[in-house]
Structures are given as C-alpha cells and as structure tokens.
T-cell receptor, first 112, second 114 residues
Framework: SQELEQSPQSLIVQEGKNLTINCTSS?????LYWYKQKYGEGLIFLMM?????EEKSHEKITAKLDEKKQQSSLHITASQPSHAGIYLC????????????FGKGTKLTVNP | NAGVTQTPKFQVLKTGQSMTLQCAQD?????MYWYRQDPGMGLRLIYY???????DKGEVPNGYNVSRLNKREFSLRLESAAPSQTSVYFC?????????????FGDGTRLSIL
C-alpha cells in the first residue's frame, strides 16, 4: 500500500555489518508491527511498537518508532546469514483495527 | 504447538475450477484473516473474521468467499478461479483486534491458476 513505504526495497550486506530498514507512513501510526519472512514460509512476528519514541530490542535487532509516530526503523547489528529474509512492516492506522496495512517488504541478503 | 495450519501447501487449478483453502489455529484466537501476497504488491487483506460467526471484507474481496466454521477454522473459497488469483495465500490469527495483539501467520498456500 502507498500508505506505508519501506526502504530500501532490497539490501545486500557483508556478514558482520550493521544495517537499517525504514518504514514510513503517510498517516499517524497507532501500532506498528515488524515481521520477518523466509522464502517459502510464513511471516514471523518480531516486534510491536505503539508509543512515540518507543524502542524495543530482540537479540541483535532493534526497532524504533519516531516521536511523531509516522516512521519506524529496524536496525540489525553485526548481521549474520540467519538474518537474511524479507522484512515487512504492518500498520494499524485506526487504533484497535482488525485491518493491518503492510509495506511491500525489504529483501535482505547477508553474504558470508 | 502447531499454531496456524494451512492446507494444501501447493495447488494448481484450471481457469473456472473451484477450490477451498483451509486454515485452522490451535491458539484459541478470536480473530482470523486471509491475505494474498503478490510480487510488488505486498500483503493484501482479502477477508477477516473478528469472531466466530462474523466475517468482513478486506481490501481485495472480489472473487472470494469465506466461512468461519467455528472458532478454530476459517476457510477461503474460490468459486470460479481466474489467472489473476494466482498468488500465495496466507491465513493469520490474533487473540483479538487491537494494536496490542500481533497476528500469527501460517506457512501459506501457493496457488497457480492456468
């Protein structure tokens, strides 16, 4: 959806490098979800952000929601081949809505 | 714990054939969803069910019907398949609607329509 833009579309990094993926909204985010998808598999839930300025971490992955609640970033520190996959952000624009709007995804390749 | 189970995993149909995609969850979730994923389009919501006995249209409902058979099961039916419905279909479930309730996804059904 054009309401939610992810950048970059694809990313190739060398193992051990840090990287950042962005998710930008045209509207205020009531909730922002990050998922990871491996080829041929379903989406795995990573983190959820709700409050402006909120930051969460899971292992070497950190996600932030900016103060204005219109942009989120996903940062991976010291990337590993296991981090490879497609990262998708999903947005709740209505607060408590059933309908999540997803970005088109960022394909991450990590070369050993 | 199986989570969300989709069957079949792969299917090839001819134009005009009908088919039902099955989805079951064992997490006692109230809400269930059907998405399709296409290259360059991302995930798009087809239908969802907030609770047993209710269903609502999502972003791309045309050509599909759904049934929430019980709390566990939510099926997606293509009555007369068209090549434009070639896609990967994902079922998801969540405890309830709301920003604090992440959706959990199945592994998908890869559907090709010739």
């Amino acid at each position: 959806s054009q309401e939610l833009e992810q950048s970059p579309q694809s990313l190739i990094v060398q193992e051990g490098k840090n990287l950042t993926i962005n998710c930008t909204s045209s509207k205020t985010l009531y909730g922002l979800y990050w998922y990871k998808q491996k080829y041929g598999e379903g989406l795995i839930f990573l983190m959820m952000l709700q409050k402006g300025g909120e930051e969460k971490s899971h292992e070497k992955i950190t996600a932030k929601l900016d103060e204005k609640k219109q942009q989120s970033s996903l940062h991976i520190t010291a990337s590993q081949p296991s981090h490879a996959g497609i990262y998708l952000c999903g947005a709740d624009f209505q607060g408590g809505s059933e309908k999540l709007v997803f970005g088109k995804g960022t394909k991450l390749t990590v070369n050993p | 714990n199986a989570g969300v189970t989709q069957t079949p995993k792969f299917q090839v149909l001819k134009t005009g054939q009908s088919m039902t995609l099955q989805c079951a969850q064992d997490m006692n979730h109230n809400s269930m969803y059907w998405y399709r994923q296409d290259p360059g389009m991302g995930l798009r919501l087809i239908y969802y069910s907030a609770s047993e006995g209710t269903t609502d249209k999502g972003e791309v409902p045309n050509g599909y019907n759904v049934s929430r058979l019980n709390k566990r099961e939510f099926s997606l039916r293509l009555e007369s398949a068209a090549p434009s419905q070639t896609s990967v279909y994902f079922c998801a479930s969540s405890l309830a609607a709301g920003a604090t309730k992440p959706q959990h996804f199945g592994d998908g059904t890869r559907l090709s329509i010739l």
